[in-house]
C-alpha cells in the first residue's frame, strides 16, 4: 500500500515538477511584457520631451530671425536718412515720438471726452474716474513707457541705436 502511495505521490510531485518551468516561463513572459511597456512608455516620454525641445529650438531661431530682420531694417533706415540728407534724418527721427505724441494727444481726448459724457449723465466723478482706467488702459501705457524709456535704453547702452 505505501508503495502504491509513493507511487502516485512521486508521479504527481513528478508532473508538478514538469509544469514547474512552464509556470516560471508564463511568470517570466509577464515580467517581460510589463518592462516592455514601461520602456515603451519612458520611451514615449522621452520622444515627446525631444519635439518639446526641438520647438523651443524652432521658436528661439525665429524670435533671433524676427530680432535680426528689424535690427536691419532700423540700421537700413538710419543709412538711408543719413544719406538722403540731415533735413530728412530729422523728419525721419521724428517720425515714431510724433506718431507716439498724436496716438497720447487723441487717447486721452476720447478718454476726457467719455469721462465728461459719464458726468453730465449723472455719475460721480470719482466713480467715473476709476472706472475710465481699465486693465487694457494699464497695458497700453507699459508699453509705450517701456519702449520709450526701456527698451531704448537697453538698445543705446548696446550701441544698436544709430
Excluded: C
Excluded at 31 to 44: C, K, P
Excluded at 67 to 83: F, H
Excluded at 104 to 128: L, N, P, T, Y
Amino acid at each position: 500500500m505505501w508503495e502504491t502511495l509513493v507511487t502516485v505521490a512521486s508521479g504527481g510531485l513528478g508532473g508538478l515538477l514538469r509544469l514547474a518551468p512552464e509556470i516560471m516561463k508564463g511568470f517570466d513572459r509577464k515580467n517581460e511584457r510589463s518592462h516592455e511597456l514601461a520602456m515603451m512608455q519612458i520611451e514615449v516620454v522621452i520622444v515627446e520631451k525631444r519635439m518639446e525641445h526641438d520647438m523651443r529650438k524652432v521658436d528661439a531661431a525665429m524670435t533671433i530671425a524676427e530680432m535680426d530682420a528689424i535690427s536691419a531694417a532700423v540700421k537700413e533706415q538710419g543709412q538711408t536718412a543719413r544719406k538722403a540728407g540731415k533735413f530728412v534724418a530729422a523728419i525721419s527721427a521724428l517720425v515714431r515720438p510724433l506718431v507716439t505724441y498724436w496716438f497720447v494727444i487723441m487717447f486721452s481726448a476720447v478718454k476726457i471726452v467719455s469721462m465728461a459724457m459719464a458726468i453730465q449723465a449723472g455719475g460721480d466723478w470719482k466713480e467715473v474716474l476709476v472706472s475710465s482706467w481699465t486693465a487694457d488702459d494699464m497695458a497700453l501705457l507699459m508699453m509705450i513707457l517701456s519702449f520709450w524709456f526701456v527698451g531704448r535704453t537697453i538698445d543705446r547702452d548696446n550701441g544698436r541705436l544709430a
